[in-house]
């Protein structure tokens, strides 16, 4: 059983800057990728950047050149770096970690950008 927590959530103006970290635990597995999701109101969840264990990292194309993810393997944390914050980044934003086949979420942290 893998548990994930994220932090760094808020509001912040437009062309603002946030920092979400998430922190995986539990024991007995390997984990092959992590990564965020998101979801704004009245939309479908959508994979915003992951990062796997041999170093393939990929973007949704509305952050590329905004957004950074960093995965830290060994202790199992995972970092996204957000830029240029819009409005349409508005949204509750999900850690998750496939580990040994098995995918884990997060609660989901807010991030509200304001105009």
């Known amino acids: 059983q893998v548990q994930l927590v994220e932090s760094g959530g808020g509001l912040v103006q437009a062309g603002g800057s946030l920092r979400l970290s998430c922190a995986a635990s539990?024991?007995?597995?390997?984990?092959?990728?992590l990564g965020w999701n998101r979801q704004a109101p009245g939309k479908e969840r959508e994979s915003v950047a992951s990062?796997?264990?041999?170093?393939?990292?990929t973007y949704v194309d509305s952050v590329k050149d905004r957004f950074t993810i960093s995965g830290n393997f060994a202790k199992m944390t995972v970092d996204l770096q957000m830029n240029s914050l819009q409005p349409d980044d508005t949204a509750v934003y999900y850690c998750?970690?496939?580990?040994?086949?098995?995918?884990?979420w997060g609660q989901g942290i807010q991030v509200t950008v304001s105009s």
């Open positions: 990062a796997t264990r041999n170093g393939d990292i």
């Open positions: 539990g024991r007995g597995f390997n984990i092959w990728r």
């Open positions: 998750g970690a496939l580990a040994d086949g098995i995918g884990y």
